[in-house]
Nanobody
């Protein structure tokens, strides 16, 4: 499984960006997908998570109300719509997929895309 992120870049505070993650496999078979981020000197943290079983999406408290995760299984893609961006949102954003094979949970990561929020 390969995950390829796109859509990062430089944006001013208050602006918007949409990140996209294209998966090489059939996302309908994935257990869940999500977005994580890692700022310099900090640990990687969960931003948003969307399960494949129709369950609720989950968001980090710091992005609730501003970010929206969605998936398009027909295109094997997930999106992260980011609005009202703040300088503290600056980080490398990683796409994540969890795939269960014979009861074993496999974890996959994309290469990351840089998001910089600055005036």
């Amino acid at each position: 499984v390969q995950l390829v992120e796109s859509g990062g870049g430089l944006v001013r505070p208050g602006g918007s960006l949409t990140l996209s993650c294209a998966a090489s496999g059939n996302t309908e078979s994935f257990t869940s997908m999500g977005w994580y981020r890692q700022a310099p000197g900090k640990q990687r943290e969960l931003v948003a998570h969307i399960p494949n079983d129709g369950g609720n999406t989950n968001y980090a408290d710091s992005v609730k109300g501003r970010f929206t995760i969605s998936r398009d299984n027909a295109k094997n893609t997930i999106l992260l719509q980011m609005n009202s961006l703040k300088p503290e949102d600056t980080a490398v954003y990683y796409c994540n997929a969890l795939i269960t094979v014979d009861t074993v949970l496999n974890v996959y990561w994309g290469q990351g895309t840089q998001v910089t929020v600055s005036s």
